[in-house]
């Protein structure tokens, strides 16, 4: 049996579903693209996935956490150097560049995606940027902030600006719950009071008590969260702080684009398969574990997600392939823009690959 093609944000219901099976291990590949927009960007014209999310990379400072799996820290052999090292300088310069850019997106349906490296390690660039976003209050359909949560910890006013300038949500990254389990995992600074337990638990009640939505993100791996088991403590826990939706990600398939690094040699040895965890969850006679209900299945571009509830929870499962979003990138369509602190515009993540073009003038 041969799974049915996606179209963009489809979501499959439970109820149409008679093989979950068919939509798992790399079904990605179910996506069916969407006839792109064209639009003229730096007096150039460029075709657009619609939908596209515009980010501008969060580098303010170096990132204060170390995870062992950074995806930022990946090296595409086709690049010539990393977005995360070079941190943003001049911050009146940028701002006037992405000021720039904004204008010219202006009319084009796009989200934010506010990530990269930490957007709150650096309150004031943050802050700055969310004026900005306040006056451009037309152009991202969804906004959505992607954090460590370390800003969020010891700074009053960043949850605040987030609810004012309309964020739809924070999508918090924890490994675990147990702060030392976590701590090996993620690496905080030690100065930084997230990676206590206690600490955490209170970013993310202040966060919500601001009314800004957080969903909490866990990437599966050998040292952290490892099996349903694992995956019901975690969910016991966010549930205990109120938390409505946590998304259980296995770390992204790496193919043969990278080159070999600290960052790769770690994924490769702590890989957990999220398709396995989907099978124990539901295998083919389509019962579920007690207490887990499948809502539905869905796809997109590089990636592919079920997604259950247990008790007040919204689950997802995700699996997704990096090599999948690298091949989307060079088919000719912007998938992604991404603002880099060098203030120049690109459809990737690699600072010098689909470059659109500077906006300093
Ligand atoms: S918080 Fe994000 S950017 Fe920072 S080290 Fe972890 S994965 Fe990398």
């Given amino acids: 049996m041969t799974a049915e093609r996606f179209s963009p944000n489809q979501f499959r219901h439970a109820a149409t579903i008679d093989a979950p099976r068919v939509y798992r291990d790399g079904q990605w590949r179910t996506f069916e693209p969407p006839a792109p927009v064209e639009r003229t960007l730096r007096g150039r014209r460029w075709l657009l996935r619609p939908g596209i999310t515009f980010t501008p990379y969060a580098n ?12 930022e820290e990946l090296q595409r052999l086709d690049a010539t150097r990393l977005s ?6 001049d911050y009146d310069r940028y701002f006037s560049a992405l000021d720039r850019a904004f204008a010219e997106l202006a009319g084009l349906s796009i989200g934010l995606s506010l990530s990269g490296l930490e957007a709150t390690s650096e309150p004031e660039w943050l802050l700055r940027l969310l004026s900005l976003i306040e006056q451009h ?49 993620m690496r905080f600074d030690l100065a930084q009071p997230v990676r206590r337990a206690e600490a955490f638990a209170e970013t993310v009640a202040r966060t919500q008590r601001e009314g800004v939505p957080v969903k909490l993100v866990c990437i599966l791996n050998a040292q952290g969260v490892r099996s349903i088991d694992d995956v019901e403590r975690y969910l016991d826990h966010a549930q205990a702080l109120g938390v409505a939706r946590v998304v259980f990600r296995e770390l992204s398939a790496l193919g043969a684009i990278y080159r070999e690094n600290r960052e790769t040699r770690w ?12 099978d124990e969850l539901l295998g083919d006679d389509g019962v579920a574990r007690p207490g887990w209900a499948l809502e539905g299945v869905t796809s997109g571009y590089y990636y592919y997600n079920e997604r259950y509830r247990r008790g007040p929870v919204e689950v997802t499962l995700e699996g997704s392939s990096y090599v999948a979003h690298h091949e989307a990138v060079e088919s000719g369509v912007l998938q992604k823009l991404v603002f880099h602190s060098t203030r120049e515009l690109c459809g990737d993540w690699v600072p010098d690959a689909q470059r659109i073009g500077s906006y300093d003038e």
């Fill in 137 to 185: 209050p037309a152009l991202f359909a969804e906004k959505v902030l992607y954090s460590n949560g370390s800003g969020l910890c010891v700074d009053a006013r960043i949850a605040p600006a987030l609810a004012r300038v309309g964020f739809d949500r924070v999508e918090l990254s924890r490994a675990h719950f147990d702060a030392k389990t976590n701590h090996k995992i």
């Fill in 60 to 71: 303010p400072t170096r990132c204060n956490a170390h995870c062992a799996f950074c995806s």
């Fill in 267 to 278: 994924i490769d040895a702590n890989r957990v398969s999220v398709r396995a965890l989907m």
């Fill in 84 to 89: 995360a090292h070079t941190v943003i300088a």
